[in-house]
C-alpha cells in the first residue's frame, strides 16, 4: 500500500462545477497535511495547509478526518484556470518526511 | 516568483560526465531537499538536509551526491548517471528543520536528460 494515495483522474469538469479530491494515507503519527497545485512543466507550489478543524479560502475548501485517515479538496465554481494537477502532501514527524500523493489531475472545460 | 533558485535550468549530459545542480534560498530556512520528478509522476523524495546535516537518504544510488556547502546552498553532484536519470530535479526548503515537516517552498527545476 503507498504511504499516500489519490485518485489520478482525470476528473473533466465543465466551469463552474463543483469537485472534490480525496487523498488517503497510511500513516497514523502523520501530522501534517497539504495540498499543493502542479502546472504542466512547473514546479508545485502551494494551494492550502489542511487544518484539524478544517479551512477554507475562497473557492477552495480542504477537510481533514484523522480517524479515517484522509483529506479531501473542495473546489467549487471551477474555473478554466483551475486546471492542473493537484497534489496531497502529509508530514510525519516520526519519518521527518513529507510524502506526496500521485496526484490528481483536473481538467475544466468551457 | 520563487524565492529558491536552481541552476542550470536545463541540463545535458553524456554517461560518463561530472556535473553539479546548485540551489540557493535566503529566507533562513533549516531544511532543504532533493526530490526527482519523471512525467507525470509525483516527486519522489531524494535527500534531506537539516541544519546542513544530511538527515535522510532515500537509498539513492551514489552516483548522486549532495552536498550543503552552507545553510542557504545545496548541491547535486552527478557522476555516471544513466539515461534513466533523464527526470527534473526539483530543490524544496522549509522553515524548520528536525523532525518537523512544514510547507515545503520549490525552485523552479533543474530539467536534466542523460543522453
Known amino acids: 500500500r503507498k504511504e499516500v494515495e489519490q485518485d489520478p483522474g482525470p476528473f473533466n469538469v465543465p466551469e463552474g462545477a463543483t469537485v472534490a479530491f480525496n487523498c488517503t494515507y497510511s500513516?497514523?503519527?502523520?501530522?501534517?497535511f497539504f495540498w499543493y497545485r502542479q502546472d504542466c512543466r512547473k514546479e508545485p507550489k502551494l494551494l492550502m495547509s489542511?487544518?484539524?478543524s478544517g479551512n477554507e479560502d475562497g473557492r477552495f475548501t480542504a477537510q481533514l478526518n484523522r480517524a479515517s485517515q484522509y483529506i479531501s479538496l473542495l473546489i467549487r465554481d471551477s474555473k478554466l484556470s483551475d486546471s492542473a494537477t493537484y497534489l496531497c502532501?502529509?508530514?510525519?514527524?516520526?519519518?521527518?518526511?513529507?510524502?506526496f500523493g500521485q496526484g490528481t489531475t483536473l481538467q475544466v472545460k468551457p | 516568483d520563487t524565492e529558491v533558485t536552481q541552476t542550470p535550468k536545463h541540463l545535458v549530459m553524456g554517461m560518463t560526465n561530472k556535473k553539479s545542480l546548485k540551489c540557493e534560498q535566503h529566507?533562513?530556512?533549516?531544511?532543504m531537499y532533493w526530490y526527482k520528478q519523471k512525467a507525470k509522476k509525483p516527486p519522489e523524495l531524494m535527500f534531506v538536509y537539516s541544519y546542513e546535516k544530511l538527515s535522510i537518504n532515500e537509498s539513492v544510488p551514489s552516483r548522486f551526491s549532495p552536498e550543503c556547502p552552507n545553510s542557504s546552498l545545496l548541491n547535486l553532484h552527478l557522476h555516471a548517471l544513466q539515461p534513466e536519470d533523464s527526470a527534473l530535479y526539483l530543490c524544496?526548503?522549509?522553515?524548520?528543520?528536525?523532525?518537523?515537516?512544514?510547507?515545503?517552498?520549490f525552485g523552479e527545476g533543474s530539467r536534466l536528460t542523460v543522453l
Open positions: 500513516n497514523s503519527a502523520s501530522q501534517s
Open positions: 529566507m533562513g530556512h533549516r531544511a
Open positions: 489542511v487544518y484539524s
Open positions: 502532501v502529509v508530514g510525519s514527524s516520526n519519518t521527518g518526511k513529507l510524502i
Open positions: 524544496a526548503s522549509s522553515p524548520q528543520g528536525g523532525r518537523n515537516t512544514g510547507e515545503l517552498f
